[in-house]
């Protein structure tokens, strides 16, 4: 991938998270980018191939993020801190008609990404979850499986439901009760006290 459809694709992103992708136009991409129509049709074929690049494009970014090398020598509590975080950025100007959009004017890509995207949350879930079984924070006694569906099934629920009157809750506090719920439902005490280690280690960084 070249480093200005990189470029195109992050940015693209960015505008499509916070303002939805129907309301956003190629002449939009294009300024956001400081570039000109015909450069960026040089990238891209149309808008079609450009939402579905950028769709991928987040599975092609996990494999580096939290889930990538820089978590080998951390713990499982630690990693799901990680994830939890980059959650937060993700969500803070995270607009949900991006969802509704994909869903209603891209069906077919819609389908494709929400399949690849429960593979892949499953197997880190599951990767994360056996991992601190051995390491004595989370229990024996649940089934690894069925957790990491339920738990892919609250975090696609956050992003369709309308449960929650608007301005009710922001989504960054709902997400944080998910994870707090999911970490104290499978945690041993060795793997509660480690979470308040790295709440409070959390919050001492968002103070400074």
Known sequence: MSTKLKEILNQSCKMFAK??????????????????????????????????????AEFEDGKTGPHGADIKNKNAIETLFLVYKGAMEFFKDYNFSMEFDLKKYYPGLYKKARKERRKRFYDKMHENMTKGRIEGFFREDF???????????????????????????STIDIFKEIFLYHVHGIATPKGLEELQFRIKEYEQQQNQ
């Not at 294009?30 to 015909?38: E, H, L």
């Not at 960026?40 to 579905?52: M, S, T």
């Not at 089934?143 to 809750?169: G, Q, R, S």
């Open 143 to 169: 089934n690894i499986d069925i957790v990491a569906k339920i738990h892919i099934i609250k975090i696609e629920t956050l992003l369709e439901t309308d449960i929650f009157e608007k301005d009710e809750y």
């Open 19 to 56: 303002y939805g992708i129907k309301s956003v136009s190629m002449d939009d991409i294009a300024k956001s980018c400081g570039m000109s129509k015909k450069t960026l049709y040089e990238q891209v074929v149309d808008k079609n191939d450009l939402v579905e690049q950028v769709v991928f």
